[in-house]
């Protein structure tokens, strides 16, 4: 009988260990392992976890940058934060504000990461042990936002996968 009881708290112990999927959107999810604390603040999913936290919402081309509206250049602007050449190509007002958007993240040390025509641009800052993830799919833009160590960042970035 005890050893029934001890089997039984042990397998939900570690079923409660495991990994979980947070589906981002019908093409891609996020593997993440169970949070202590899920919370829900505006338009921001917060999972808390033991040593990092973890931010996730959908870009809204009309309140990312407030006072301006990105409605059909969201993907190109989001591009021009990691990409110079991308920058570039903007109007010279929106090339102003794009490289101090990037400034204000600090946007340092790109990494770039395609799912079929999913792309991935990302950034960790160890001085704020902070990193930003953006996932630009056809038709959203994910933001996500760690704050941990950079291996926990990186893991992240390795758990966004295609949905089977």
């Given at each position: 009988?005890i050893?029934?009881?001890?089997?039984?708290?042990?397998?939900?112990?570690?079923?409660?260990?495991?990994?979980?999927?947070?589906?981002?959107?019908?093409?891609?999810?996020?593997?993440?392992?169970?949070?202590?604390?899920?919370?829900?603040?505006?338009?921001?999913?917060?999972?808390?976890?033991?040593?990092?936290?973890?931010?996730?919402e959908?870009?809204?081309?009309?309140?990312?940058?407030?006072?301006?509206?990105?409605?059909?250049?969201?993907?190109?602007?989001?591009r021009?934060?990691?990409?110079?050449?991308?920058?570039?190509?903007?109007?010279?007002?929106?090339?102003?504000?794009?490289?101090?958007?990037?400034?204000?993240?600090?946007?340092?040390?790109?990494?770039?990461?395609?799912?079929?025509?999913?792309?991935?641009?990302?950034?960790?800052?160890?001085?704020?042990?902070?990193?930003?993830?953006?996932?630009?799919?056809?038709?959203?833009i994910?933001?996500?936002?760690?704050?941990?160590?950079?291996?926990?960042?990186?893991?992240?970035?390795?758990?966004?996968?295609?949905?089977?």
């Amino acid at each position: 009988m005890i050893r029934t009881v001890f089997t039984l708290i042990f397998f939900f112990w570690a079923t409660s260990l495991s990994a979980q999927e947070l589906i981002l959107s019908k093409v891609i999810k996020l593997n993440v392992d169970s949070p202590i604390i899920i919370s829900h603040v505006s338009e921001t999913l917060v999972l808390t976890f033991e040593d990092n936290k973890l931010l996730h919402e959908t870009l809204d081309p009309q309140k990312f940058i407030p006072a301006v509206d990105l409605s059909g250049h969201e993907h190109q602007f989001i591009r021009s934060l990691f990409e110079v050449d991308s920058r570039m190509k903007l109007p010279a007002w929106l090339q102003v504000l794009s490289e101090e958007i990037a400034n204000s993240f600090p946007i340092q040390n790109v990494q770039q990461k395609s799912i079929d025509d999913i792309t991935i641009f990302s950034s960790y800052n160890k001085e704020e042990a902070h990193g930003i993830v953006f996932v630009l799919e056809a038709q959203v833009i994910h933001k996500i936002e760690v704050f941990g160590q950079q291996i926990q960042f990186q893991n992240v970035i390795n758990k966004i996968v295609k949905r089977s």
